[in-house]
């Protein structure tokens, strides 16, 4: 099923259960795919042209020097500016998939073909693009948007459960952007987010991104639950998944917004998120390594005046889109508390 276009985005969408060849580039084109998902897009029997390469992907792999053999193996192939990049894995093989992609030749077309529930609901659309520095994540990087986006959920068959239900937070972030309680509620239930819930949040991001592309304004909505999320990731020397921080900064961000006055989303639908994140607690890191993070976010809006700079504060509400404003990094310390506590208490799920 190809979603309708959105205006300002160049990205034709697609959500498939299977993948078929019928979506693969009409002219030349060569594969760059994550090594975990190779036997699947085998026993497809999905082509690999020529100069195609698998490789194995994890986080500590996505480093600019691994792209360049990348590079150097496409230009002896003779690959022209009219060839396709076909990426095929999780986020990490399409973010660096992406920015071969930007730098090759100045920019070659590429097509998203995520495997991960994160990199389906999430990365793989939006034309962001990067690789880590020493100094932190996605630190290098371009916007790229690939030319097509397919997320085909067979793929997930093979994903292991810790990363589909850290995937399920971004699709839980969707629905508390949008205010929609009973959606967000839907998505905790057991199982695979159904090909519904999926299309929606794409619908949504690929919207949002095309009025925003470069992350001026609206587009930082799409932040929710990041704010925090980086610095308890990154404090939890990345033991806690991307997904899995951002579902912790979802909760915590609902406390923010109620603390600054706005109306709160229901009490079991909290009770029912902080059960599901109940099992991070040994892992959740204490606040007070989360506030020199906080104070480095690479959005800071910076200082107006002698105090602290401000931060971008991503605030959901029931039945509204959410508000953003900017916040001192400090506010966050009680709804990282308030939420702390909520944990200790939290029954785990059965
Ligand atoms: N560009 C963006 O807008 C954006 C947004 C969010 C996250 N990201 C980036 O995405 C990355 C995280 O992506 P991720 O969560 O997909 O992790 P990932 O790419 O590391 O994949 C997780 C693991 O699953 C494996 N895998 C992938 N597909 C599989 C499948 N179908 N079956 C079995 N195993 C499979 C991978 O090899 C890896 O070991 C981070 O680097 C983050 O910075 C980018
Ligand atoms: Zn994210």
């Given at each position: 099923m190809e979603l309708p276009a959105a205006d300002g985005l160049p990205t034709r969408i697609f959500v498939e259960e299977a993948p078929h060849?019928?979506?693969?580039?009409?002219g030349r084109w060569v594969l760059l795919g994550d090594a975990a998902v190779r036997d699947t897009w085998r026993s497809a029997g999905l082509p690999e042209p020529p100069g195609s390469r698998w490789v194995p992907v994890s986080e500590a792999t996505?480093?600019?020097?691994?792209l360049v053999p990348w590079l150097e193996g496409w230009a002896e192939a003779g690959l022209d500016r009219a060839a396709t990049v076909v990426a095929v894995g999780g986020g990490v093989l399409t973010d660096m998939a992406g920015l071969a992609a930007a730098l090759y030749m100045r920019g070659i077309p590429w097509h998203a073909w995520p495997t991960t529930l994160l990199s389906q609901v999430d990365a793989g659309l939006g034309g962001k693009t990067a690789v880590d520095l020493a100094a932190g994540k996605n630190l290098a990087g371009a916007f790229h948007h690939p030319a097509r986006f397919v997320a085909c959920r067979s793929f997930l068959a093979t994903l292991p459960p810790r990363q589909l239900d850290s995937g399920r937070w971004e699709l839980v972030k969707m629905a508390l952007m949008a205010g929609d309680a009973a959606w967000a509620r839907a998505l905790l239930a057991p199982g695979m987010p159904g090909a519904d819930s999926l299309a929606r949040a794409l619908r949504t991001k690929a919207e949002i991104v095309g009025r925003d592309p470069r992350e001026?304004?609206?587009?930082?909505?799409?932040?929710l639950g990041h704010t925090l999320g980086h610095a308890l990731e990154a404090a939890s020397a990345f033991r806690l998944l991307h997904g899995e921080a951002v579902g912790l900064g979802c909760l915590a961000a609902c406390f923010l917004a109620e603390a600054e006055g706005l109306p709160p989303f229901p009490g079991d639908l909290l009770a029912a998120m902080a059960a599901r994140l109940a099992p991070l607690r040994p892992d959740l890191p204490a606040w007070e390594a989360c506030l020199p993070l906080l104070r480095r976010d690479k959005k800071a809006v910076g200082?107006?005046?002698?105090g602290e700079s401000r931060i971008h504060c991503i605030l959901p509400r029931p039945h509204a889109l959410a508000d953003q404003r900017p916040l001192p990094p400090q506010v966050w310390r009680r709804p990282h508390e308030r939420m702390a506590r909520l944990l200790q208490s939290s029954e785990m799920p059965t």
């Amino acid at each position: 099923m190809e979603l309708p276009a959105a205006d300002g985005l160049p990205t034709r969408i697609f959500v498939e259960e299977a993948p078929h060849a019928g979506l693969l580039p009409e002219g030349r084109w060569v594969l760059l795919g994550d090594a975990a998902v190779r036997d699947t897009w085998r026993s497809a029997g999905l082509p690999e042209p020529p100069g195609s390469r698998w490789v194995p992907v994890s986080e500590a792999t996505k480093r600019l020097e691994v792209l360049v053999p990348w590079l150097e193996g496409w230009a002896e192939a003779g690959l022209d500016r009219a060839a396709t990049v076909v990426a095929v894995g999780g986020g990490v093989l399409t973010d660096m998939a992406g920015l071969a992609a930007a730098l090759y030749m100045r920019g070659i077309p590429w097509h998203a073909w995520p495997t991960t529930l994160l990199s389906q609901v999430d990365a793989g659309l939006g034309g962001k693009t990067a690789v880590d520095l020493a100094a932190g994540k996605n630190l290098a990087g371009a916007f790229h948007h690939p030319a097509r986006f397919v997320a085909c959920r067979s793929f997930l068959a093979t994903l292991p459960p810790r990363q589909l239900d850290s995937g399920r937070w971004e699709l839980v972030k969707m629905a508390l952007m949008a205010g929609d309680a009973a959606w967000a509620r839907a998505l905790l239930a057991p199982g695979m987010p159904g090909a519904d819930s999926l299309a929606r949040a794409l619908r949504t991001k690929a919207e949002i991104v095309g009025r925003d592309p470069r992350e001026a304004g609206e587009r930082r909505l799409l932040n929710l639950g990041h704010t925090l999320g980086h610095a308890l990731e990154a404090a939890s020397a990345f033991r806690l998944l991307h997904g899995e921080a951002v579902g912790l900064g979802c909760l915590a961000a609902c406390f923010l917004a109620e603390a600054e006055g706005l109306p709160p989303f229901p009490g079991d639908l909290l009770a029912a998120m902080a059960a599901r994140l109940a099992p991070l607690r040994p892992d959740l890191p204490a606040w007070e390594a989360c506030l020199p993070l906080l104070r480095r976010d690479k959005k800071a809006v910076g200082a107006d005046g002698p105090g602290e700079s401000r931060i971008h504060c991503i605030l959901p509400r029931p039945h509204a889109l959410a508000d953003q404003r900017p916040l001192p990094p400090q506010v966050w310390r009680r709804p990282h508390e308030r939420m702390a506590r909520l944990l200790q208490s939290s029954e785990m799920p059965t």
